[in-house]
């Protein structure tokens, strides 16, 4: 089941004995779960009816005592289990445990009556145990993936029209670029900026300097833009402006995401079909943006990209304390500034 349809279920009253949430992405593992918490039961029947446990506190024996409890002035029990990764011999290791598995027995013949939730985090539960084929057939299971980074603009623009507001693409990049793929973080920071503005208001990279903090100006996506077009002078100061604030810029995550840019041009090299949607298709970016790799890619022949994606490479080494001595992180980056540019 897709995280959309299961929000759908809970909001129409269709609940399911057992709901496995696992995956290295926590935010819909704890949309999810906190859904479930505040939507199932009122509160006056939360008091005997909702338990909230944690794995590292739990065995399976102790979780089953709590899960076959019948509800009490209630048509349902919910029991959430926080960190259930850490629940201790959640899957038996030995062959024999394996087939007198008291979980997997419970859920062959789950109590209709207990919605048991497993907030089991920052992994997956491995597809080719006893446990994980038994819960396809119980209830839900949900694997919450990591987001790839070229998706991230457009699940920031997603998330902010479902709250009725709009994003201009560059703000949705320069918030992916800065943010990374941790969606509790962006999550909350957009929460925190929309309640700034008005009903339906668009996002520009303006708002996002003045309610998050993160230069419209001095990025990683304006020295891209630099970069692309050649640009000496804006790229410079950008470099500057990195050199003066390295902890909100390191170079050991300003290098990767040239080396992604540079790698994106090298592509565009080898297209057949440049028509608008095949370039973003293939980059992996808003077609909004598919003209500043044109550019670069112009400015940039396919040589000069190869001599380019070496030169990232060894100064990421560099970045990384190899054959670095005493240069300093902003020197480090003015020369390698310097070599893409000539």
């Known amino acids: 089941m897709t995280y959309e349809q299961i929000i759908t279920d809970l909001k129409n009253k269709v609940y399911y004995p057992v709901y496995f949430l696992h995956g290295e992405e926590s935010y819909y593992i704890d949309r999810i779960s906190d859904a479930i918490e505040n939507q199932v039961l009122s509160e006056s029947e939360k008091e005997f009816n909702q338990s ?35 629940i201790k011999n959640l899957t038996p290791k030995s062959e024999a445990a394996k087939e007198k598995d008291p979980l997997v027995e419970y859920l062959n013949s789950p109590l209709k ?19 994980s084929k038994t819960l396809g057939k119980a209830g839900v299971l949900f694997e919450s993936a990591k987001l790839y980074d070229n998706k991230l603009p457009d699940w920031i623009t997603r998330f902010v029209k479902a709250k009725s ?22 999550a909350n920071e957009l ?10 208001e668009e996002i520009s990279s303006l708002h996002i300097e003045e309610y998050i903090g993160i230069s419209r100006d001095y990025n990683i996506f304006e020295l891209h833009n630099a970069l692309g077009k050649k640009n000496i002078l804006k790229a410079n100061l950008i470099v500057n402006y990195f050199t003066a604030n390295p902890k909100n810029n390191p ?29 973003a298709s293939s980059l992996g970016v808003n077609p909004y943006f598919v003209s500043e790799y044109e550019t670069a890619a112009r400015l940039y022949p396919q040589q000069h990209v190869l001599r380019i994606i070496s030169t990232l490479r060894e100064y990421d080494t560099k970045a990384k304390g190899i054959d670095r001595g005493s240069t300093t992180e902003g020197s480090l980056l003015k020369e390698l500034v310097f070599k893409i540019l000539h």
Request: hydrophobic residues 45%; proline residues 3%.
């Open 52 to 86: 909230v446990l944690y794995g590292k506190d739990l065995d399976v024996p102790a979780l089953l005592s709590v899960a076959k409890r019948y509800p009490m002035m209630s048509n349902y029990q919910v029991v959430i289990v926080k960190e259930a990764q850490d």
């Open 113 to 131: 009556s207990t919605l048991l939730v497993f907030c089991y985090k920052y992994k997956k539960l491995d597809k080719r145990t006893r446990l």
């Open 251 to 279: 170079l050991i995550m300003t290098i990767p995401q040239l080396f992604s840019f540079f790698m994106k041009i090298l592509t565009y090299h080898n297209l057949t079909d440049r028509s608008q949607n095949a370039v």
């Open 165 to 186: 507001f709009a994003i201009r693409p560059d703000a949705a990049v320069l918030l992916a670029e800065y943010l990374g793929n941790d969606l509790n973080k962006i």
């Open 191 to 200: 929460d925190k900026l929309i309640l700034n503005l008005k009903k339906g």
